[in-house]
């Protein structure tokens, strides 16, 4: 049982660059969500999905784009990155908004 | 906008000693609250859920308090031991997004 997995671990665009951050989770969670950590910010909400096919804006959206074509993977795409992008990003997963959520390892991003 | 939030940004602490971590929030309709523990390059785990129809929960060294008179929340864990130093954050769900606190930085000394 793997939990949930984000790839890559790290990771340094140019500004104007797009890429896609995966997520991927085992545990048949319906409930997947990104969010971004800056210091002294703590987590903020980009994007969130309550079940297949089915996403929604968190408190940070601009400048990302989510699909949920299947109930395991949710990837993260940002479009054309900013030095603002420049984060930390954690995927979790829950049965529910209202169950226990759980984090993978996060992805390093550096926009240059 | 309506957020969660922590009183203290850091917490230094005696081994041995109980540590108090208080938060607070602001959505009344929230209805389900967790605390987080994040060590350093991962990502946060678990530590102990509250919902909105309790006022208190222990698990194993640790105890959740809410109150919901004055939309506060706190973490209590005995016995503080080196292994809890971490960042801590609260977290509240309301219309589906579940939303955290800055975080509390926990030091434990020797």
């Known amino acids: 049982n793997a939990g949930v997995t984000q790839t890559p671990k790290f990771q340094v665009l140019k500004t104007g660059q797009s890429m896609t951050l995966q997520c991927a989770q085992d545990?048949?969670?319906?409930?997947m969500s990104w969010y971004r950590q800056d210091p002294g910010m703590g987590l903020r909400l980009i994007h969130y999905?309550?079940?297949?096919?089915?996403?929604d804006q968190g408190e940070v959206p601009n400048g990302y784009n989510v699909s949920r074509s299947t109930t395991e993977d949710f990837p993260l795409r940002l479009l054309s990155a900013a030095p603002s992008q420049t984060s930390v990003y954690f995927c979790?997963?829950?049965?529910?908004?209202?169950?226990?959520?759980?984090f993978g390892q996060g992805t390093r991003l550096t926009v240059v | 906008g309506e957020s969660v939030g922590l009183h203290l940004p850091t917490l230094s602490v005696q081994e041995g000693d109980n540590s108090i971590i208080n938060c607070a929030y602001s959505?009344?309709?929230?209805?389900?609250f967790i605390w987080y523990k994040q060590e350093s390059g991962k990502g946060p785990q678990f530590i102990i859920d509250?919902?909105?129809?309790?006022d208190k929960r222990q698990g194993q060294r640790v105890t959740v308090l809410l109150n919901k008179t004055v939309k506060h929340l706190s973490l209590q864990i005995a016995a503080t031991q080196p292994g809890d130093s971490a960042v801590y954050f609260c977290?509240?769900?309301?219309?589906?997004?579940?939303?955290f606190g800055a975080g509390t930085t926990v030091t434990v000394r020797a």
């Open positions: 999905s309550v079940g297949a096919g089915i996403t």
């Open positions: 959505n009344s309709a929230s209805d389900y």
């Open positions: 977290a509240e769900t309301g219309d589906y997004k579940l939303s």
């Open positions: 509250i919902r909105s129809n309790m």
């Open positions: 545990m048949n969670h319906e409930y």
């Open positions: 979790a997963s829950s049965f529910t908004s209202n169950t226990e959520a759980f």
